[in-house]
């Protein structure tokens, strides 16, 4: 589950819970702001300087408040949180929704912060290393490319021989909502990066944040 890189991750990740999906769209959160982001990878075992296997491409994005993340956004009212997300992959990223759209077998995690009275559903999706690269560039033409999104960037999945550079310096940075988190959970969860050497990159990004 997610309770070691829970101990070993920020103090923002013990405001979340993990929630069951049903539950977190039930009338109970009904009044609560529902957010709906994804990530979009592709598996890349070709090696950085000849030395350092990347494992995946993952496509997460700078933001307009300068701040990294995932895309996706707001579930607005009448929508559900799967309509949002494919929504506003279209708006951030000009993600072509009749080859790429995300499903509910794409729902990895939801989350919940009661005092925020927030509900962040997460979704991962699959697809190859040459259709990622195409939706890579068609992401420079998106309606909120320039505004509210400022390019989509691959996060660095190794580290580097002085246990910093890599992963966890890319770690460092400042994320929105959980989404640091979000991004170790699917790096576990889909077997991409083992959880002993998340726990070794939590360690390494903490020493240098501190
Ligand atoms: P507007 O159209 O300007 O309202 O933005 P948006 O609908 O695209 O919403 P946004 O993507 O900013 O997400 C809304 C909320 O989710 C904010 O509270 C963010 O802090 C949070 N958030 C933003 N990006 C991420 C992310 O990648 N993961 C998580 N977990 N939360 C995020
Ligand atoms: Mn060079
Ligand atoms: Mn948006
Ligand atoms: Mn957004
Ligand atoms: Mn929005
Ligand atoms: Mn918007």
């Known amino acids: 589950g997610f309770s070691d890189i829970e101990s070993q991750s920020s103090k923002t990740l013990l405001e979340y819970e993990e929630i069951l999906f049903q539950e977190s769209v039930s009338e109970k959160f009904k009044n609560f702001t529902h957010a709906a982001h994804g990530m979009l990878y592709a598996l890349d075992d070709r090696l950085v300087f000849g030395m350092f296997r990347q494992r995946a491409a993952i496509l997460m994005q700078l933001r307009f408040d300068g701040i990294l993340g995932f895309p996706g956004g707001l579930v607005d009212p009448g929508e559900n949180p799967m309509e949002a997300l494919n929504r506003e992959m279209e708006e951030e990223i000009n ?11 794409n729902h990895l995690v939801t989350f919940l912060h009661h005092k925020k009275q927030l509900v962040l559903h997460f979704f991962t999706k699959e697809v190859s290393l040459d259709q990622f690269k195409n939706i890579e560039l068609k992401s420079l033409n998106a309606k909120e490319y320039g505004l509210e999104c400022f ?58 944040v501190e």
């Open 95 to 105: 993600l072509d929704l009749t080859q790429h759209p995300f499903t509910n077998d």
């Open 151 to 208: 390019g989509s960037i691959r996060p660095p999945l190794f580290t580097m021989e002085d246990g910093f550079k890599g992963l966890p310096a890319f770690l460092s940075n400042q994320f929105a909502g959980n989404s640091r988190e979000q991004l170790l959970y699917a790096l576990k969860s889909r077997n991409i990066i083992t959880s002993e050497e998340i726990a070794t990159c939590v360690e390494s990004m903490k020493r240098h």
